[in-house]
Structures are given as structure tokens and as C-alpha cells.
């Protein structure tokens, strides 16, 4: 079974940057497209970017596209979200997840679409 961990969390003031990163056990980790989701306080856990295999695709979600930036590194099994110019509304537990199977394009931003997740790191933007 796949175990995510994810860390870079921490406090930043808005327009600060982060960089989060999930590292993947197992030796299968070009196996699995990965996706970042975020959950605020009082939220439900939302779609925030996901990235194919080998890094061929990405998606966004509009509140963050063209600040955040998904990347992996499948020598490593890890799978990166760089976070530019931050906003108090960015603060929330940030949860890498894997998928089996293929890209599966829009549906990639669906929870249902993975099989495993990690336990989440906090990210707090001050303003």
C-alpha cells in the first residue's frame, strides 16, 4: 500500500511563497498520477492541482492557476506544489493524493477519481 507524507507547511505572510512537497513509498510511484487538495476550517476539501505520470498533463483550479505550480520528481517518488504570491484565503490543511489507472483528464479534480492520501500539512497565510 501506497503511504504519502507530505511537509513544507508553515506560517507565510501573503505574497509569500511555499513549497510543499508528498514523497510516495514503494517503487511504483511513475505509476500514479497525483493530485493536491486542500481542506480551510469549516470547508469541504477542495481540488487545488493534479499531474500526470510522468508529468505530461496538469490541471488547476481557477482559484489558484497562475500561482501554483505542480511538479514531480519520479526518481525521487515525490510530487511538489510551489505556491507563489499567497493569499489568506490559501490557508488550509494541504493533502497530496494518488490515482491508479489512466489520466482521466477533468475528472482527475474529483476526490472520488483517488485511492490514497496523505495526512495532510497546514499552510497559514497572514495578512
Known amino acids: 500500500q501506497v503511504q504519502l507524507v507530505e511537509s513544507g507547511g508553515g506560517l507565510v505572510q501573503a505574497g509569500g511563497s511555499l513549497r510543499l512537497s508528498c514523497v510516495a513509498s514503494?517503487?511504483?510511484?511513475?505509476?500514479?498520477?497525483m493530485g493536491w487538495f486542500r481542506q480551510a476550517p469549516g470547508k469541504e476539501r477542495e481540488f487545488v492541482a493534479a499531474?500526470?505520470?510522468?508529468?505530461?498533463?496538469?490541471l488547476y483550479s481557477d482559484s489558484v492557476k497562475g500561482r501554483f505550480t505542480i511538479s514531480r520528481d519520479n526518481a525521487e517518488n515525490t510530487v511538489y506544489l510551489h505556491m507563489t504570491s499567497l493569499k489568506p484565503e490559501d490557508t488550509a490543511v494541504y493533502y497530496c493524493?494518488?490515482?491508479?489507472?489512466?489520466?482521466?483528464?477533468?475528472?482527475?479534480?474529483?476526490?472520488?477519481?483517488?485511492?490514497?492520501w496523505g495526512q495532510g500539512t497546514q499552510v497559514t497565510v497572514s495578512s
Open positions: 493524493a494518488f490515482s491508479t489507472g489512466i489520466w482521466m483528464g477533468d475528472r482527475q479534480t474529483h476526490q472520488r477519481s483517488y485511492d490514497g
Open positions: 499531474i500526470s505520470r510522468f508529468g505530461l498533463s496538469t
Open positions: 514503494g517503487r511504483t510511484f511513475s505509476a500514479y498520477n
